[in-house]
């Protein structure tokens, strides 16, 4: 989608490092980290959030997440890991092409609200 810089990380046109890459999402390092790892799962496909997903959007999701669950080890987060994807205004989502926060590499705050 036009103007939306997660969309120009994943065409390229605006060049990142990929952590991870397939045929449906890429992981890339948040430029503000809040944690000692903090990456983002980025699904290829623009969509806004988590707000009324479409069936597909909800099988690219869990597709996502499936392989996430075998591919932690290779991204540094083997004492585990938070996933965090903020939807909406009360979320303080800001980049509106759905992505996935993944946070750890060192233990967390019990915080999460
Ligand atoms: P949100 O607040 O929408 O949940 O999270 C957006 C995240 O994207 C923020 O943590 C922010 O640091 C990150 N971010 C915004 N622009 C860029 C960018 O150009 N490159 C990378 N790697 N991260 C970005
Ligand atoms: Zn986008």
Do not use: W
């Amino acid at each position: 989608m036009k103007d939306c810089i997660f969309c120009k990380i994943i065409s390229g046109e605006i060049s990142s490092n990929f952590e991870y890459e397939d045929e449906n999402m890429v992981i890339i390092k948040d430029i503000n980290p809040q944690a000692k790892i903090h990456l983002l799962l980025i699904p290829k496909k623009h969509f806004s959030n988590l707000m009324s997903l479409t069936e597909e959007e909800t099988k690219i999701i869990s597709l996502c997440l499936n392989k996430l669950s075998h591919i932690y080890l290779d991204l540094g987060l083997e004492k585990g890991f938070r996933i965090v994807c903020n939807s909406g205004v009360d979320a303080r989502q800001s980049v509106y092409h759905l992505h996935i926060h993944i946070l750890g590499g060192e233990v967390l705050s019990d915080k999460m609200g």
